[in-house]
């Protein structure tokens, strides 16, 4: 099951949510040989509950993931966090909707969640928290508190980072991270544009078809990940016509 672990359906936090964008993306998707992905939109983008209202609308809700012209996806989100950084969090959709609400008070930059408060959050849920680009400069998740980032499930291999950063340096980093702290690495596009899928994602060895299962899997280490040849290519076009979009959504 070929899998992504940090996607978005909206190009950027201040668009509206679009059915026929996030069509365009699932069939995408599933071109670019993707079997499923985690729905990591950002949690303070603009009417977040939107999102998953338009797909309950339009998509049935199996089990732990809506069936979208056979992709399946995984509901999620992007937190930000107070000590600076980001964390994937992917679950049930009842789960991430209420857990959502917790963070109500928490939206607006200079009063997001501190780490460790999030980490209690997510206890009372059935969550996979993954740790997004640990190395980017604008939000190094990597320096903040170990006691803190070995209670994450995973890292995240970051397509845009790879892009930016260098595809062996990041590699290397987040591996070295990885180990140092016991913590598997999964692969996460991290795209806004259906170009960017298939950059970078994770291999699983067994199908899931809820958090649960996806948990086992990456938890258990039955999973590798795989980094396009064409990274570079992917992640340029897919800015470049991200501009353009968001260019013509400021017009």
Not at 183 to 204: E, R
Request: glycine residues 6%; contains cysteine; charged residues 25%.
């Amino acid at each position: 099951m070929n899998f992504d672990f940090h996607t978005h359906a909206k190009i950027s936090k201040k668009a509206d949510f679009s059915i026929s964008y996030i069509e365009e993306m699932a069939k995408k998707a599933l071109q670019s040989g993707l079997d499923g992905l985690a729905l990591t939109e950002h949690f303070n983008t603009k009417n977040f509950h939107e999102v998953y209202d338009t797909l309950d609308a339009h998509f049935p809700y199996i089990d732990g993931y809506y069936d979208i012209f056979g992709l399946k996806v995984f509901p999620g989100m992007e937190v930000d966090i107070l000590e600076v950084g980001h964390i994937l969090c992917i679950g049930d959709l009842q789960d991430v909707r209420a857990m959502r609400e917790q963070l109500v008070d928490y939206t607006e930059e200079g009063s997001f969640i501190p780490f460790a408060e999030l980490l209690k959050l997510r206890s009372n849920y059935e969550m996979l928290v993954i740790g997004a680009h640990p190395f980017r400069p604008s939000t190094p998740l990597k320096d903040l508190d170990s006691s803190l980032l070995k209670q994450l499930d995973a890292f995240d291999l970051n397509g845009k980072d790879l892009h930016t950063r260098g595809i062996e340096e990041n590699i290397r980093d987040v591996k070295l991270l990885g180990l140092s702290l016991n913590k598997p690495v999964v692969g996460g596009s991290d795209t806004h544009h259906f170009m960017q899928y298939g950059s970078v994602y994770s291999v699983l060895y067994e199908p899931c078809t809820n958090v649960r299962e996806l948990k086992s899997v990456i938890l258990n280490r039955q999973f590798t990940w795989e980094v396009a040849e064409d990274l570079h290519d992917r992640v340029s076009e897919a800015n470049r016509l991200k501009a353009i979009l968001k260019k013509k959504l400021e017009v």
